[in-house]
């Protein structure tokens, strides 16, 4: 796998462990991105999840959420996917990175258990949703609980050496986060948090998750919009109606009018 970059862009993951954020403040000390975590087995919603989405998005921060996994066997993984996905419906428009199955203890038992039950996990999820989530876990979890079959699904890694770089593990090549360290402190956070970071750039990151594509395009001195009713004939310094001129107002902002 791939090592830690001073280029990368910063994170942090929380829950409401972390208590009341100032989520502004947390984006002024550089943090680009945040894990908020969601909900735990089929019951449990963490009580600041609305809250922290909605502030964190606020603030600018690209937002990503996570589902601690109680599952101990394939049959109740529908209730715990149902469960996650009925918390992060009010806000799924404020959530940008990837949704994560957080998978830290063996209640499933035995490596080939584990391997059926986050199986059916991503799987199910994937028939409710159209996409993989992102998997969470550690070194000692992947070499004793998964195996090769997870390849092909986005890492998010807690490895906290700092020494060495990590190794390949199960089907993994590569992170797309990294969670490096338990005891970061942040602006705006009291006390310890966990940090992370992305594989790539800030502007990386942005284009994978966040892209903003431009509603129209200049070609020299024509004004092009798709399907906004402006000729391309048309030219700076023409006279145009109120109409067209609230269509390249709008255009300016990047606005549909």
């Known amino acids: 796998m791939q090592n830690r970059s001073s280029t990368h862009a910063k994170g942090i993951d929380i829950s409401h462990w972390q208590g009341n954020i100032n989520w502004q403040q947390v984006a002024e000390d550089s943090i680009m991105f945040a ?3 969601a909900s735990e087995g089929s019951t449990v919603r963490d009580k600041l999840f609305l809250s922290n989405v909605k502030r964190a998005a606020t603030a600018g921060i690209l937002v990503g959420v996570y589902h601690f996994s109680r599952a101990a066997n394939p049959a109740e993984v529908k209730a715990e996917v149902d469960h996650l996905l009925s918390v992060i419906t009010p806000v799924i428009n404020d959530i940008k990175l990837p949704i ?14 584990t391997v059926k039950t986050v199986r059916a996990w991503v799987e199910y999820f994937k028939q409710r949703t159209g996409n993989y989530p992102m998997i969470y876990t550690f070194p000692n979890f992947i070499d004793t609980s998964l195996d090769a079959s997870f390849g092909d699904i986005k890492l998010w890694y807690a490895y906290y050496n700092q020494d060495g770089t990590p190794n390949n593990r199960g089907g993994w090549k590569e992170w797309e986060f990294l969670q490096y360290t338990s005891s970061g402190r942040v602006q ?3 006390g310890n948090v966990d940090m992370n970071e ?5 502007a990386e990151l942005r284009a994978v998750y966040d892209p903003k594509a431009p509603l129209w395009k200049e070609t020299g001195r024509q004004w092009l919009i798709d399907e906004l009713g402006i000729s391309e004939d048309w030219k700076a310094n023409d006279i145009v109606d109120i109409g067209t001129l609230g269509t390249l107002l709008s255009r300016v902002f990047n606005k549909k009018d």
């Open 35 to 37: 894990f908020i975590k």
């Open 100 to 113: 994560v199955l957080d998978i830290e203890t063996k209640e499933a038992g035995s490596k080939a258990n």
């Open 198 to 202: 992305y594989k790539g750039t800030e």
């Open 188 to 190: 705006g956070i009291s």
